[in-house]
Nanobody, 121 residues
Framework: QVQLVESGGGLVQAGGSLRLSCTAA?????VAWFRQAAGKERDYVAA????????NYADSVKGRFTISRDNAKNTVDLQMDSLKPEDTAVYYC?????????????????WGQGTQVTVSS
């Protein structure tokens, strides 16, 4: 069992930035961020492989969000810049044991509790 704890959410104006962090109690391999807006399905945002050398982004956030990891600290961050109102959602960190990039929520075994991000216009 891997416990994931997200932090860093909050309220920001459009065009602003937030940095989310996902911390695990032990080493985690594949990690991704997903988000779920009110009344909508959970969507993929970004993923990173075990080494941190390979990343992947949803088209909606490409060029604005950056995923990174620090394996010494068992953390994965999501830097979110140029935020838009449509980025408003609960953001979830997910981890899996396969080590490679995975973009489907069903491929992840462990989930955090979520952190709210609200972008005002």
């Amino acid at each position: 069992q891997v416990q994931l704890v997200e932090s860093g959410g909050g309220l920001v104006q459009a065009g602003g930035s937030l940095r989310l962090s996902c911390t695990a109690a032990k080493r985690i391999l594949s990690v991704a961020w997903f988000r779920q807006a009110a009344g909508k399905e959970r969507d993929y945002v970004a993923a990173i492989d075990w080494s941190g050398s390979t990343t992947n982004y949803a088209d909606s956030v490409k060029g604005r969000f950056t995923i990174s990891r620090d394996n010494a600290k068992n953390t994965v961050d999501l830097q979110m810049d140029s935020l838009k109102p449509e980025d408003t959602a609960v953001y979830y960190c997910a981890a899996g044991g396969r080590g490679r990039i995975m973009t489907r929520s069903s491929e992840y075994d462990y989930w955090g509790q979520g952190t709210q991000v609200t972008v005002s216009s």
